[in-house]
């Protein structure tokens, strides 16, 4: 046995690289290792019951002599009776199209084909020839030019793709072996001149630095390969703690993030590193060839500053704003800034750009509220004018001799920038200031007594609607968990799944319709590719109390034979619904199946069946609200709450 055939196998039995029935696509450019690959995967076709297809890019660079390594390829795969598909693009267009250089066009365009070929032939493995030698050129260079965190890994030896994985097995080999294997088979690759011309940096390395470290040791690509796992596995563990910490102290949009600065600063400093890695990668979507070490230490200093505000400008438009204890990274170029300027009379109500509204009346007072001013009727120039903050505005403050410029209340209550824009100034006609709302009240403000009447203005936050939510409250006995609860919750369960389904990419299930809310907020916190589809299974129907009889109303629409399941619920009850699916998915030859379930009710269970991941345990009691219903109803409450027996006692 050669020492390629023997170094291959046992790197692909350590490493699970094929497993018995692999459907597989192998990218084929005719040069010696692509060909050496194929054509041991071809020898090894029978024993692993492997299904075969080449894929080869003729990017147009070499005129005749690339179109013949096209037909170099296609005559191959034909004799060794392998499909196989071909594609030319002339990579030199696509440069000026797409205003990049050569290499990440030609990448670019390159794994498009594969991933299109993948998709449409149900491949879930893409193995590429690269070998130890480029392994430690790529290390080299990526060390040289700085590369930090998992780029100094080099070439990884499997990653996610399209709907699989990229694989490369030969990883473990050196190009001399790659040579003799295709000498001992009578192979005759294909050569790529351009291999040997030393204007390319990787050439200058493979031609001047591989030689000088062969000749220390010629075992070094050993070495460089398992320096590159040990770094990927070292990567792998921090990069899972930092986003614990991330998921405690961020919030995420799609252009934007903002992030808790005392929270971050509190992290130990190589997790505050790849904590700004995140960042970036989240916002310029895993590009950021833009970016540097400068950048990431420029941010780092930003956050440590002692200063309450301050800006960076980064690539692209990305802005780094710090203002107090929280730094927005946004794509946005400028501060929202909304003018707006309402009148407020007696018996009237105005809602506010900030989600807030103000109230109006006349009455008496019987106990002071915090979110309320009081004026006095002959003193108070109606109608009431509500608008934002102007240049020079100042105010005469309850309590303070002379006035001070509202400017400064903000930045003594460290209100960010962004928020001023927005935030309420309550005066009257005349133009006096009388109130800005949760940060301070005017002299013009009174306390009544009892029995004075008196124009009470009101501010509290906006519901939507309030009379449906308040007709709703009506038929709840008590709220069992919280909105902010339930959020909570959510986002540490979710933090549990992105670890567990790691580089698993699981097929989550949503049980209709009560599963809904959960499923959407769960999965939008789960850190890793899965794929989603959705089951209404019912035993229920309008009774409080599970029927047995299990009927399914929407199957799925994927196939679940080999995939990892996970299961999510609203509420595990009787159990009986969940039994029946877990039932159904084994027989369906499901790879794995998990289940993860908001609240657990224990003591209505019929079946024996207990979920993985548990939100909340609920006592005996019929729960409605986030997603839960009674006869299709209260499933919009944001909360849990304990339905009135009041409510379906009168439909029994």
């Not at 390395?205 to 030689?211: D, S």
Request: proline fraction near 4%; hydrophobic fraction near 35%; include cysteine.
């Amino acid at each position: 046995m050669l020492v390629f055939e023997k170094k291959l196998a046992d790197f692909v039995k350590r490493n699970n690289l094929l497993k018995y029935g692999d459907s597989l696509l192998v990218g084929v450019s005719g040069g010696p290792d692509s060909i050496a690959l194929l054509h041991y995967l071809h020898r090894k076709k029978t024993k692993y019951h492997l299904s075969i297809m080449a894929a080869h890019v003729d990017h147009m660079l070499r005129g005749n002599e690339s179109y013949n390594d096209l037909k170099f390829v296609q005559s191959l795969c034909k004799q060794w009776d392998i499909p196989c598909e071909t594609v030319r693009i002339n990579i030199q267009e696509k440069m000026v199209h797409e205003q990049k250089g050569f290499e990440e066009t030609a990448r670019i365009y390159r794994y498009q084909f594969f991933a299109d070929i993948m998709k449409r032939h149900h491949h879930h493995k893409l193995l590429l020839g690269h070998h130890g030698d480029d392994q430690i050129e790529t290390i080299l260079m990526r060390l040289t030019r700085g590369s930090t965190g998992k780029g100094r890994a080099g070439i990884p030896l499997t990653r996610p793709f399209a709907n699989g994985q990229i694989v490369r097995p030969l990883l473990c080999l050196t190009k001399q072996e790659i040579e003799e294997y295709c000498h001992f088979y009578g192979l005759q690759p294909r050569r790529d001149p351009s291999n040997q011309d030393q204007d390319y940096t990787r050439n200058r390395y493979r031609l001047n630095i591989l030689p000088f470290l062969k000749r220390e040791n010629q075992h070094v690509h050993e070495h460089f390969q398992r320096f590159s796992e040990e770094i990927t596995e070292d990567e792998d563990y921090l990069q899972e703690l930092t986003l614990l910490k991330m998921n405690k102290l961020w919030n995420k949009n799609e252009n934007e993030i903002t992030i808790e600065i005392p929270l971050f600063n509190a992290m130990p400093l190589p997790l505050q590193r790849r904590g700004i890695q995140l960042i970036l990668n989240y916002l310029y979507k895993e590009n950021l060839s833009n970016t540097t070490t400068h950048h990431t230490d420029a941010i780092r200093d930003l956050l440590a500053d002692q200063k309450p505000s301050g800006q960076l400008d980064l690539p692209l438009g990305l802005k780094v704003r710090r203002s107090y204890q929280k730094c927005i990274f946004s794509f946005k170029q400028e501060w929202p800034t909304h003018t707006y300027e309402l009148k407020l009379f007696k018996d009237n109500e105005k809602n506010l750009p900030n989600g807030y509204f103000m109230k109006l009346t006349e009455g008496k007072v019987y106990e002071l509220q915090d979110d309320e001013i009081y004026l006095q009727l002959d003193e108070a120039q109606l109608p009431l004018i509500i608008r934002n903050k102007r240049i020079g505005d100042r105010m005469r403050v309850k309590g303070l001799n002379g006035t001070k410029k509202v400017k400064d209340i903000f930045i003594d209550e460290k209100i960010p920038k962004d928020k001023r824009e927005d935030w309420p100034i309550v005066t009257d006609n005349k133009g006096k200031i009388l109130w800005i709302p949760n940060l301070k009240k005017s002299s013009f403000c009174f306390l009544p007594n009892p029995e004075q009447s008196c124009y009470i203005l009101q501010y509290s936050k906006q519901t939507t609607p309030r009379g449906q939510a308040f007709q709703m409250k009506q038929d709840i006995e008590k709220i069992l968990i919280s909105e902010e609860e339930i959020q909570k919750k959510t986002k540490e369960l979710a933090e549990e799944l992105t670890i567990e389904y790691k580089d698993r990419f699981p097929l989550a299930i949503g049980v209709l319709k009560g599963a809904t809310l959960f499923m959407s907020d769960l999965l939008k916190q789960v850190d890793t590719y899965l794929e989603m589809d959705f089951m209404d299974v019912s035993s229920y129907g309008k009774s409080m109390v599970s029927s047995g009889e299990v009927k399914i109303l929407k199957d799925l629409d994927t196939s679940v034979e080999g995939r990892d399941i996970l299961i999510i619920e609203d509420i595990i009850d009787s159990g009986l619904t969940l039994s029946y699916l877990v039932e159904l998915f084994r027989y369906r030859k499901a790879k794995s199946i998990k289940i993860v379930t908001l609240l657990d009710k224990p003591s209505g269970r019929k079946a024996n069946i207990e979920a993985d991941y548990v939100g909340f345990e609920v006592p005996d009691a019929f729960v409605v609200g986030y997603g839960l219903d009674y006869a299709e109803r209260y499933r919009n409450l944001p909360y849990i709450g304990v339905l009135k027996p009041s409510v379906y006692n009168k439909d029994e």
